[in-house]
């Protein structure tokens, strides 16, 4: 998937969709994603049908929401270039953990796999990132 085919609400949400209910196992709802994006829930329900349309998630009226297993393995790939984008802000670039989660926000949109790929391999393909969760490598590490 291309990012820049996608809103970043849409990218933001798949991100939480994956942290929440795949890492935290829990159930998500869009008062739960309204809540963490800052905004009215009637938004967030406009973000997650748009979702739906691209076949990322199921959902039921007053439900949870889950996705689905399109859903997972784009969010795994958003989530694997979040994580190490920041990473490697903060740890090559000595920037701030807040100011390089903020950025790398900003950048996955704009960076390519190949970009991503080459700062994993510059940090040594790190299993945990900057925030101790843990990074969904989306790549077969080479073996050196």
Not at 23 to 39: F, P
């Amino acid at each position: 998937m291309p990012n820049y085919a996608y809103s970043k609400q849409m990218i933001l949400y798949l991100r939480r969709l994956y942290q929440k209910s795949i890492e935290e196992n829990k159930e998500v709802t869009s008062g739960d994603l309204a809540v963490e994006a800052g905004v009215r829930t009637s938004s967030a329900i406009d973000i997650i049908k748009r979702l739906e349309e691209h076949g990322f998630v199921d959902r039921t009226l007053w439900g949870p929401i889950y996705l689905t297993k399109k859903g997972i393995i784009e969010a795994r790939k958003l989530v694997y270039k979040h994580r190490i984008i920041e990473t490697y802000l903060c740890r090559c670039l000595s920037i701030k953990d807040d100011v390089a989660c903020e950025e790398a926000a900003f950048l996955e949109t704009q960076t390519s796999e190949r970009v991503v790929y080459a700062m994993c391999e510059k940090l040594g393909h790190p299993s945990i990132c900057i925030h101790g969760r843990k990074i969904p490598h989306v790549h077969k590490v080479k073996s050196k």
